[in-house]
């Protein structure tokens, strides 16, 4: 667990269970600004299921195979980030982000991903950091460029969203590569 302050005006912690309606809140106004490419923008209508999406995480946390961080502007949650998996025992996790469209443009989540990939390979000793975006998402593949991320390959047609398939791009950072950086 970690909190980091991005700047003067935002944080990056822990997102919980005991947070779901303030999540709901924010899934409700960024969902126009998220839905092409996060899946969950679609299935998190109301408090129920923004707890029932952060149980899973919570879940995933205690088998720490998975966590969930929130960024907040001036308190108000904004985006944040997450391992969508971490199998500790292979060293290999996913790492992926989202931002309210009135945040981006700052850095914020190039800061917030360098956080959380310092915790990966410094503190929890793994090995590879993923990153996986919509080929036609190319606000996500420049983070990934940022972040000095290689981009190892395309799966084409591999990802099912919104009724349509997409073709997914698969970038990764090694634990060398990082340090080195
Ligand atoms: C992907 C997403 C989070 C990127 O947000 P973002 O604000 O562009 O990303 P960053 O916080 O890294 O900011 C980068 C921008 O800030 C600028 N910037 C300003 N100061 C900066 C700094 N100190 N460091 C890095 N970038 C900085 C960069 O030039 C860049 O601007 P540009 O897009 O005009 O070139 C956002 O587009 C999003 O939420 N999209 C929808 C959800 C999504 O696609 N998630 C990813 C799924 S794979």
């Not at 996500?140 to 190892?152: K, Q």
């Amino acid at each position: 667990m970690f909190a980091h302050r991005l700047a003067d005006d935002a944080e990056l912690r822990p997102l919980e269970p005991w947070q779901s309606a303030e999540f709901a809140e924010h899934v409700a106004r960024v969902r126009d600004d998220i839905v092409e490419y996060i899946p969950w923008g679609h299935l998190i209508v109301d408090e129920a299921t923004a707890r029932a999406y952060l149980d899973s995480y919570a879940e995933k946390q205690a088998r720490d195979a998975g966590r969930i961080y929130g960024i907040w502007m001036d308190g108000v949650l904004q985006g944040g980030t997450l391992f969508r998996t971490f199998d500790a025992a292979m060293g290999v996790c996913e790492l992926g982000v989202w931002l309210a469209a009135e945040a981006r443009g700052r850095g914020l989540i190039t800061t917030a991903a360098r956080h959380m990939i310092d915790w990966t390979f410094g503190t929890r000793g793994m090995h590879r950091v993923e990153w996986h975006c919509d080929r036609r998402n190319t606000s996500s593949s420049a983070v990934a460029r940022r972040l000095g991320m290689t981009r190892e390959g395309v799966l084409r047609e591999s990802y099912l969203l919104g009724g349509t398939r997409r073709d997914v791009e698969i970038w990764a950072v090694l634990a060398d590569e990082w340090r080195s950086a």
